[in-house]
Nanobody
Framework: QVQLVESGGGLVQAGGSLRLSCAAS????????MGWFRQGPGKEREFVAR????????YYADSVKGRFSISRDNAKNTVYLQMNSLKSDDTAVYYC????????????WGQGTQVTVSS
């Protein structure tokens, strides 16, 4: 069982920055691909970013490329999402998720953290 706890959300003005953190409880963290997803008001959940076990490979949705950066610290069992140049369209609940074993399927999800960008 993997427990994921997100933090770092909040209210920020357009153009500002936030860094989200996701702390994982299990030893399997270092063998898991990790992802960030988001769900905006009235929208379906969408992929934001993904990072490999070692952190050497990262993937981003086109909508956040060049503005968001995903990273991880396996010693701290934590994955981060640095969000810069925030736009009102980035307003959403952000979730981290674990793909144990890198199968492409996310097995575990956090409870989410709210990010609100004011224009």
């Amino acid at each position: 069982q993997v427990q994921l706890v997100e933090s770092g959300g909040g209210l920020v003005q357009a153009g500002g920055s936030l860094r989200l953190s996701c702390a994982a409880s299990a030893r399997t963290f270092s063998s898991s691909f990790m992802g960030w997803f988001r769900q905006g008001p009235g929208k379906e959940r969408e992929f934001v970013a993904r990072i490999s076990w070692s952190g050497s490979s990262t993937y981003y949705a086109d909508s956040v490329k060049g503005r968001f950066s995903i990273s991880r610290d396996n010693a701290k069992n934590t994955v981060y999402l640095q969000m810069n140049s925030l736009k009102s369209d980035d307003t959403a609940v952000y979730y981290c998720a674990a793909d144990v074993g890198g199968t492409g399927r996310y097995n575990y999800w956090g409870q989410g953290t709210q990010v609100t960008v004011s224009s």
